[in-house]
């Protein structure tokens, strides 16, 4: 999960896709965290996005980094202890200090129970990490 977490947040800006009525929902997301072996997402609890994910768990990612890609597909669960909002906002102090706090009861965190993440290139085999 190390590798993963390491390649998404190089990647500064990625994009997440969620489903709503049978349609694709994807925006930009710049926020990722790693606790306690998990990789996190913020968002915040009157979004669309929060709803797409609470009523559908299977979320993918994608983001490119230095010609290659990562693509990760799973499913998350909402992770409800202030303890994981805080590990996200002290990860990510900059972007998300003046949006968020832990005890705001907007801030919310999901992590990727299970899933897959694909690297590719346009000249190397494609390499999967099961998690």
């Not at 890609?69 to 996200?88: N, P, Q, S």
């Not at 009861?105 to 494609?126: K, N, R």
Request: proline fraction near 2%; aromatic fraction near 12%; charged fraction near 25%.
């Amino acid at each position: 999960m190390e590798e993963i977490y390491r390649y998404i947040k190089s990647c500064g800006v990625f994009y997440v896709a969620t489903c709503e009525e049978g349609k694709p929902h994807v925006r930009p997301f710049g926020a990722v965290c790693l606790f306690e072996g998990k990789l996190y997402l913020i968002t915040g609890n009157q979004k669309k996005v929060y709803h797409q994910m609470k009523n559908n768990e299977n979320v993918a990612i994608c983001g490119m980094y230095k010609n290659t890609w990562m693509r990760i597909e799973g499913t998350v669960k909402e992770d409800l202890r202030r303890e994981a909002r805080v590990a996200m906002l002290e990860e990510n102090k900059e972007s998300l200090g003046a949006m968020y706090h832990a005890d705001d009861g907007v801030m919310t965190v999901f992590y990727f129970e299970h899933g897959t993440a694909t690297i590719d290139s346009f000249t190397e085999p494609s390499r999967v990490i099961e998690f």
